[in-house]
């Protein structure tokens, strides 16, 4: 299972490995974004299938980037290792921030999904070009600014900055702080703190920085990162005193540090209007959509009850309070469950009481987890089939298990076909999997009549039933 390592300061230069080429032309797709936003979004990383997978913690919810391929990589692999992750953590799984050219492959991966792209969040691309020149009707309200904050301020030029600017970054915080408007919301607030503290990243060589200076005071700062073909803006801030100097800014640092870039990414506006209103006047080329994608399984969509299903001499039906000392029997019989494969004492993470396991097949249905069925003889509990660990791509595993004194006579067959094809047919599943030990022959047995066989490794062999 994937192990994730929150994301620090020291883990730059890992990130920059995949982000430096790396061409979602999205703001989240950044070490910046990830350093300078750290302690609200959460982000952990880990490396998977040739890829990066970021885990972020956002407003309560578990929320995954879209992984990003090195060279090697295998996106849809790291797809399916966050999705083991969240079947095995009862995670749902949810990819965030999805650019608008991977959003085709999830709508293709998961038959059954929430899909959101909020206006928001969405990000304002500017071609390079555009910002460089500012040529052409459109922008002659930017010219006429640039003129008058040069006439004003005719020594005013701008200069990359660097580590060694320090004190002089410090002054423009302090000169900053005199003219902010916003100190009463703390949303700005916090931005302007979390500003601060990445400017501190100057000894970083993929973090560029420039200002724009009025004999030896800075009126105006921006920092970036270069990703793939775009220029990531992460921080525009400019002292109000100085008519024109944002416009200003802009151009000088796009004419030094977008040369070779198509695009310039100057973030989203998190609703804000002023923000809006600005980034709106500088001429977007799009708004880069963030598809949210949030995949339920087919319980979700399908099942409100577990039903009642009839075979020729068996029933198919939900747990009761009846059913729970037999079921405690089923459960605990440890030689009959050694083949099992899943240890349900260990899994109860606490003492085994009279209703644990019934309160457990409870909940993983009423969270879609699981359909656990009591496998009755006449209207006697005798064992249990359980259909569980749905992967959102259309597939589920059975497991069917028989207590001792009822083996050997075709029951667990016989439950075990008739819940598979429930699961095709009444939870509209794609396929149904299972696997069973190499030593169990008499399981074995029982899946290859009514299953196809799917593949064998040291441990398990696989069987597989489709519509």
């Known amino acids: 299972m994937l192990e994730f390592t929150p994301i620090t300061q020291e883990h730059d230069a890992l990130l920059r490995r995949y982000y430096e080429g790396c061409d979602y032309g999205l703001c989240e797709y950044s070490a910046g974004t990830k350093l300078m936003w750290g302690e609200i979004l959460h982000p952990a990383f880990t490396e998977a299938a040739g890829c990066l997978i970021v885990r972020n ?80 009707r459109r922008y002659s309200g930017q010219r006429n600014h640039i003129k008058r904050f040069y006439a004003a301020h005719p020594a005013a030029r701008f200069r990359p900055l660097t580590a060694e600017d320090g004190a002089l970054l410090e002054r423009f915080w302090a000169d900053y702080g005199e003219e902010f408007a916003k100190g009463d919301d703390p949303r700005a607030v916090s931005e302007l703190r979390l500003a601060k503290k990445m400017a501190r990243l100057l000894d970083r060589p993929w973090l560029l920085a420039g200002g724009m200076l009025d004999g030896d005071r800075l009126a105006a700062v921006a920092l970036a990162e270069r990703c793939g073909d775009t220029l990531i803006i992460h921080i525009e801030k400019a002292l109000y005193s100085y008519t024109g100097v944002y416009p200003a800014m802009v151009q000088a640092f796009a004419q030094h540090f977008g040369g070779e870039v198509r695009w310039i990414n100057r973030e989203d ?66 030689g009959r469950n050694r083949w099992w ?44 089939a359980v ?23 075709g029951y667990g067959t016989e439950a075990f076909a008739a819940a598979a094809d429930w699961g095709l047919y009444g939870v509209h599943l794609t396929r149904v999997v299972a696997k069973c030990f190499k030593e169990n022959e008499a399981s074995r047995k029982m899946l290859s009549s009514c299953m196809h066989p799917n593949g064998e490794d040291e441990t398990f062999y696989y069987f597989v039933k489709t519509q």
């Open 387 to 409: 259909l569980y660990r749905f992967n959102y791509q259309g597939d589920a595993e059975l497991g069917c298990r028989v207590a001792a004194e009822y083996a050997g006579h």
């Open 341 to 384: 494969g899943y240890d349900d004492v260990a899994g109860l993470g606490g003492p085994v009481e009279e209703r644990s396991f019934f309160d457990v097949a409870r909940r993983d249905f009423e969270n879609r987890a699981a359909v656990n069925f009591a496998v009755r003889l006449d209207g006697k509990l005798i064992g249990e």
């Open 57 to 136: 913690e956002s407003d309560g919810q578990t929320v995954f980037d879209y992984p990003v391929p090195g060279p090697e990589g295998d996106e849809a692999a790291a797809l399916s290792a966050i999705e083991d992750w969240c079947v095995e953590t009862g995670t749902a799984p949810v990819i965030s921030v999805v650019p608008e050219e991977k959003a085709p492959l999830l709508l293709g991966r998961y038959p059954y999904a929430v899909v959101r792209n909020v206006r928001t969040w969405r990000d304002y691309l500017y071609r390079s070009e555009d910002l460089r020149g500012f040529a052409g």
């Open 269 to 334: 506006d998190a609703a804000d209007r002023g923000l809006r209103i600005s980034k709106t006047q500088y001429g977007p080329d799009h708004l880069a959509p963030k598809y949210y994608f949030a995949p339920q399984n087919e319980l979700l969509c399908h099942v409100d009850a577990i039903p009642e299903l009839k075979t020729e001499r068996l029933t198919l039906s939900a747990l009761t309070e009846e059913d729970i000392p037999a079921y405690n029997a089923l459960v605990l019989d440890g």
